[in-house]
C-alpha cells in the first residue's frame, strides 16, 4: 500500500477482467488527520464504480509513473480527480498528467477529468483555464444539460437540469476548438466537455457527498471565511446530497466496460 492507500494491483495477462484506473491527485496538507476515513480519494470514486459489473478498479497517485499505469494490459479507463493544484501552473506533476491524457487519445482509452482533471484536460486541448472570474463557487449548484449532453451516454437516465456539488476557484474558461459543451452552470458555464471519441470532461464532483466537502474544507474555514463572496459558514451548513450526480461515474464505468478490449 501507497501513503494513501492506493490499490496497485499489476495486471498480468490478457485475461484480467477490464479495470478503471483513478489517479488520485489530491496532495494532503498536515491539516488532515492521516487514517482518516474521508481522506481516502480511491474511494470517493470507487464506491461507485464497484456498483458497475465487469470491471474492476486500480488506484494510483498522481505523483506515482501514471504513464506506466495507464500502458498496463486491462485498463480500460482513467478518471483524474480534482486537487489542489493548479491545472494552468508550470508544474512537472502537470506535465506528468497531460502527457498521460494523450496517451489515453493514442491508446483510444477512455478518460474521464473532474474539476482539476476537467481543467487538465482543457488546457491540453489548448482552452484558455485559469481562476474563475465569477470567484469561488461551493455547495449546491444546478448544471444544465445542453443537448448534446442530453443525448451523451455519459448523462445517460439524468434529468436536464441535474444538482450536483462545487468546489473550485479554477475554471475551463474557453470551450476547447473542437470539443462538444456537454453540460453549463450559471456560476462557470463549462461544466461537462467532450473532446472525440475518448475525453470527457466534468468540472462538478460527482463522486463527493456533504461529509466529504465539509471534511475539506473544515481547516480551511478561518483562511477562506473574508475571501468569500458568500457566507462560507452557512454555505457549508446547508450542504444537501445529491444522490443523482453519482450516476456519471456509472455511466462513465459502464462506458469503459463496454470499450475495453
Known amino acids: 500500500m501507497g501513503r494513501r492507500g492506493s490499490i496497485m494491483r499489476r495486471a498480468v495477462g490478457m485475461n484480467l477482467e477490464p479495470r478503471l484506473v483513478v489517479v488520485d491527485a489530491v496532495e494532503w496538507a498536515e491539516s488532515y488527520p492521516v487514517g482518516h476515513p474521508l481522506r481516502n480519494v480511491g474511494e470517493w ?15 494510483v ?12 494490459p486491462g485498463v480500460a479507463g482513467v478518471i483524474l480527480s480534482g486537487s489542489p493544484r493548479d491545472a494552468w501552473a508550470v508544474d512537472p506533476v502537470n506535465d506528468r498528467l497531460a502527457e498521460m491524457i494523450r496517451e489515453c487519445e ?4 477512455p478518460f474521464l477529468g473532474v474539476c482539476y482533471g476537467h481543467q487538465l484536460l482543457g488546457r491540453v486541448l489548448g482552452a484558455e483555464v485559469g481562476r474563475e472570474p465569477a470567484g469561488l463557487e461551493l455547495g449546491n449548484a444546478v448544471v444544465t444539460l445542453t443537448e448534446a449532453g442530453q443525448r451523451s451516454a455519459l448523462f445517460a437516465g439524468l434529468p436536464k437540469e441535474l444538482e450536483v456539488l462545487q468546489s473550485h476557484q ?12 456537454l453540460a ?7 461544466q461537462a466537455m467532450r473532446f472525440g471519441e475518448w475525453l470527457w470532461g466534468v468540472q462538478f464532483h460527482p463522486e463527493q457527498d456533504p461529509d466529504i466537502l465539509r471534511f475539506i474544507w473544515e481547516p ?4 477562506w471565511r473574508d475571501r468569500c463572496r458568500f457566507d ?4 457549508l451548513a446547508e450542504l444537501r446530497p445529491t444522490p443523482v450526480a453519482p450516476q456519471v461515474l456509472r455511466n462513465f464505468a459502464n462506458m469503459c466496460r463496454r470499450t475495453a478490449r
Not at 497517485?61 to 498496463?72: G, I, P
Not at 493514442?106 to 482509452?109: K, V
Not at 479554477?170 to 459543451?181: H, I, K, N, W, Y
Open 45 to 59: 470514486f470507487v464506491r461507485y464504480v464497484r456498483e458497475v459489473p465487469g470491471i474492476g478498479t486500480q488506484v
Open 61 to 72: 497517485a498522481a505523483t506515482d509513473n501514471v504513464l506506466a499505469a495507464v500502458r498496463e
Open 106 to 109: 493514442r491508446r483510444r482509452i
Open 170 to 181: 479554477d475554471a475551463v474558461l474557453t470551450l476547447p476548438a473542437g470539443a462538444e459543451l
Open 184 to 190: 453549463e452552470g450559471n456560476h462557470t458555464r463549462v
Open 220 to 223: 480551511r474555514r478561518e483562511t
Open 232 to 235: 462560507l459558514d452557512q454555505r
